[in-house]
């Protein structure tokens, strides 16, 4: 029997009031930010509901909101807080190279410490530097049409890649009035207004873990697809694992067409694990793209490639540019969170907090019978709530968000904080989280299944 819709409407409603109990300077500020701020908050990510939460200060493995709030940190800043919260070594690295001087604009020794590591981890030998995932993917698109000479990209349905014209393409085409085609040739649906159709036609758009439609899209034209960009591990919907053989197979059916393959590792990179998605797979593409935890909480981008691809940069075809490009505080941060947060111990303290956290979920979710899966990879997991695996987008659409939005609610008043995009988004664990953090999170989640469970939905 299922949990009806009125049932888990009302379960979230009384969640919803715990939440804005708990929060009167919240709201006092959201209030207050409606004046200056468009929308009342800084990015429209931000906006959550019952109503954003502002944030106090972060130590460790924990946020503190401005009503005094603690909780345990698994939103992760949308994946970024790998190192945790105010680390000793990436502080220690920003303060030394804040007393030297904060922006240059020319070349600092750090950013060869930095490309060194980068080089080791991720197999690539050139790399360049910018200052946000959307940056690094709009490079990498650039890249490969400059280097093939010709316009059209593919790209997965469900896949973002930041907010540039090109990938603003089928991000998460789940409005009734969005047409996205049959499955196995989806339409492509701009993800925004203010994206021009012209450049929305040269993005093709195909199903995840689907090889054939890749193969269809570059027959059919043949000559005029420049490259592929994905998230080899999804991230923007749950997460989506790539099937064996489906990552090698793109990259030897591009090649033989004369296109490239670009790897967004914005979200996987350090996360998923050492080597990102790259080294799990042993699949080296063209392109990696790097973000986010990289730079230890500062913003900072890192786009690597082979040779041959960088040679278009080297020799000036493609003018890769920024004024911040590099900067010696970014530079500084990454090179701490490189060389030493991210470390191999710490990847073994994560791997033991990852399978705590799985094995909790998964005997509440039996005990409870709920119908949901835990699927996980490094320091990132979700709950995905789907009697059956979820292999791309359209298995995805199935995924009842409201039970991802009860799931946050229930977290969050017991404090702990995961991202508040329900199904799309995942946690994120850092270095500095410990076992009475995931237990936490893990009687949460029993507190939630018990609520909305014991019936099938
Ligand atoms: C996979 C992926 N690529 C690119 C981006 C864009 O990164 P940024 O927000 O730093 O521009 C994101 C952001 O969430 C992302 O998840």
Known sequence: ???????????????????VRRQPESARLADLAARSLAGGVVSSWQISRPQPVWLSHGAGSKLYDVDGNCYVDLHGGYGVSLAGHAHPAVVTAIRAQAERGTHFAQPTETALMVAAEL?????LPLWRFANSGTEATMDAVHLMRAITGRDLIIKVEGCYHGHHDS????????????????AGAPASVPASTGIPQAITDLTLVVGFNDLAAVRRRLDENEHRVAGMILEPIMMNAGIILPDPGYLAGLKELLHSRGAL??????????????????GMTGVTPDIVCLAKAIGGGVAVAAIGGTEDVMSHVANGDY?????????????????????????????????????????GLEQEIERHDLNAQVVSVGAKGCVVFSAGPVRNFRDFLRVR??????HWLFQHNGGVFLPPWGKIEQWLM??????????????????????????RH
């Open 319 to 359: 003018e890769m540019v920024g004024t911040f490009n590099g900067n010696p505080l970014a530079m500084a941060a990454c090179r701490a969170m490189l060389t030493e947060v991210a470390t191999p111990d710490a990847y073994e303290r994560l791997e033991k907090l990852r399978r705590r956290a799985v094995e």
């Open 261 to 278: 393959l670009a790897f967004d590792e914005v979200k996987t990179g350090l996360t998923a694990g050492p080597c990102g998605a790259t």
């Open 401 to 406: 968000d409201a039970y991802s939005h009860a």
């Open 1 to 19: 029997m299922a949990t009806s819709a009125a049932d888990l409407a009302t379960i979230i409603e009384q969640q919803e009031q715990v939440f």
């Open 430 to 455: 850092s270095v500095q989280h410990d076992e009475a953090d995931i237990d936490r999170f893990v009687a949460n989640f029993g507190t939630f299944a018990a609520a909305v469970g014991s019936r």
């Open 167 to 182: 990938v603003q393409v089928s991000v998460c085409p789940d409005d009734d009035a969005d047409d996205r085609g049959p």
């Open 119 to 123: 080089q080791r981890r991720f197999g």
